[in-house]
């Protein structure tokens, strides 16, 4: 069930960052959800591998470096979609890589955190 609510919520991200930045486009409630998804299993699949190859250079960069790989798998969803969902390019990638960590931690923390204390 939170793994749903995670899609929506990201799919929801989606939709706001393609109605605030030229640079991301997304054509539909439909491919923010398919990208969505997609952008979850490259989470689970490839980014493990990314923080394990890059390990030094995030620790040399006290962990800001993990927005360059969301960036990267931002990228890569953009590359599997077509041309449903549209990003212009690194720096889009980038500054909605950390909008969406930034939306994802406020909203984990005001909604999964009190489920979790009651």
């Given at each position: 069930m939170r793994w749903i609510i995670g899609i929506l919520i990201n799919a929801v991200i989606f939709i706001a960052l393609a109605g605030f930045f030229e640079g991301f486009q997304v054509t539909g409630i439909g491919a923010a959800i398919l990208a969505s998804i997609i952008l979850?299993?490259?989470?689970?699949?490839?980014?493990p591998i990314l923080i394990?190859?890059?390990?030094?250079?995030t620790i040399l960069s006290l962990g800001l470096f993990l927005f360059v790989i969301n960036a990267i798998t931002l990228m890569l969803t953009d590359k599997i979609m077509g041309s449903?969902?549209?990003i212009s390019g690194f720096g889009m990638a980038f500054?909605?890589?950390i909008i969406l960590s930034a939306c994802n931690l406020i909203i984990?923390?005001?909604i999964f955190e009190p489920k979790r204390k009651a």
């Open positions: 979850s299993f490259l989470n689970v699949l490839v980014r394990i190859l890059t390990l030094p250079v449903s969902f549209e500054l909605a890589s984990q923390k005001a």
